[in-house]
DNA sequence: CGGTAATATATGTTCTGTCCTATACTTGTT
DNA sequence: AACAAGTATAGGACAGAACATATATTACCG
């Protein structure tokens, strides 16, 4: 259902191809709040079509392949505007990287230590491309779609900051509970220099006064 | 993949039934960041036991109907831990809401303020059913494996405030973009009493400061 | 001339997950 | 006696998504 109401949006801003919303809409846009694979947008577009939501518009290209060009109906605008509307329940947390952690409890200290960092290392690295991302959109939006878009951009910020700040409360409460077990550490080795977490500061206010 | 290992982790915690995975695991315990219907639990441990991970022992009971036992083999182990050790990227953010609101500049303004608001009261109640989830749990975790149990709900929480805060926010930029847009106020209605917001550490410090 | 990349669409297959229905036995309620 | 609720397992049907592969055309590069 997603898939079809969010093509659906973006025929509303304009006429397109099936390879434009799977390369400019998916990819490049919606990518951080929605993906479609190629084959499911094609199968989603025929759907919508059958449907009479949108209407399609061979063009012969002399340059190129054919294209079909698609644009929306009135029944597709109605169907959209009422998507819109509703109101449902807030996609439930889904992570597996949470069953990994609830049944990581036999591993070595340093394991357990490591799946963690790791985590937060990727999740810093994403949280870098939405910056590079954000920094491309227009600092102040021009229009309310343009603001919205970027409402996004922020939604998808604010949960990776999220994730991060959370693996670093449970760093240190992981650490502190290992050192309690026990009280020995390993040749001064892991608490000596500990390359375990930077300043909260610079997590938050990405990159500027690290 | 991760349904699978998860009932392999619940089963390394001890032998268990379908019936207990579905009703007590997955619905109890590990729901804040899994789920999984009664027919996949099945299913699945259908799947676990023909690739000799899990193995069954039917049990016939007078008072209640047979049931089936199910215990990790030495397989099942070596897969889990495999398993846990493996490191993937965090999934990626995937959000209908996100969608309609990309598309929702068409919206009456009180209507996209309205949507807002839904999202973020559903989110505090999701927040309000944490809040007693984690006040069931033991303040002091007893074991290593309690305190990870104590993470992913610590990963929950996290996981909503970044959403209600986002839409505070978001709120906050969109009504100064509205008011900017169409500088007239509606007969004062809209500025004079705003239910819109509470103050940030409502949210953040779970009721308490109300 | 051959290979790769970009443009453009289409289909087959598989997996995960959801919904629905069915079956069977026991206990407690009306 | 009928019915609901709890315990316990199972399977059909289907939608959404992922993965793989196929095909056609043109342009560019070595």
């Known amino acids: 259902m997603s898939l079809e109401h969010a093509i659906l949006g973006f025929l509303r801003e304009g006429p397109m191809t099936g390879y434009d919303l799977k390369n400019v809409c998916f990819d490049e846009s919606a990518s951080h709040y929605w993906t479609a694979d190629q084959s499911q947008v ?7 079509e059958s ?9 012969r290209q002399t340059t190129r392949p054919d294209r079909k060009v698609y644009s ?14 509703r109101t449902d329940p807030p996609p439930p947390l889904r992570d597996p990287f949470l069953i990994r952690l609830r049944f990581a409890s036999d591993l070595p200290a340093d394991d357990l230590l490591g799946l963690l960092r790791d985590r937060r290392g990727a999740l810093q690295e994403r949280l870098e491309s939405l910056r590079v991302r954000s920094a491309e959109e ?13 409402l996004t951009l922020d939604a998808a910020v604010a949960d990776v900051r999220a994730g991060i700040d959370w693996i670093d409360d449970s760093l240190e409460l992981l650490e502190a509970r290992i050192e309690q077990e026990d009280p020995t550490p390993p040749g001064g ?12 500061g610079t997590v938050t206010d990405e990159g500027s006064a690290t």
């Open 51 to 59: 449907r009479k939501l949108i209407r399609a518009k061979r063009e």
């Open 42 to 48: 094609y199968r989603t577009l025929d759907r919508l």
């Open 189 to 200: 080795q892991s608490r000596l220099f500990s390359p375990t977490r930077g300043a909260r």
């Open 72 to 85: 929306m109906t009135d029944a597709g605008t109605v169907e959209l505007d009422a998507w819109i509307a």
């Open 138 to 150: 227009p600092a102040e939006p021009p229009d309310r779609a343009a603001l919205l878009h970027r």
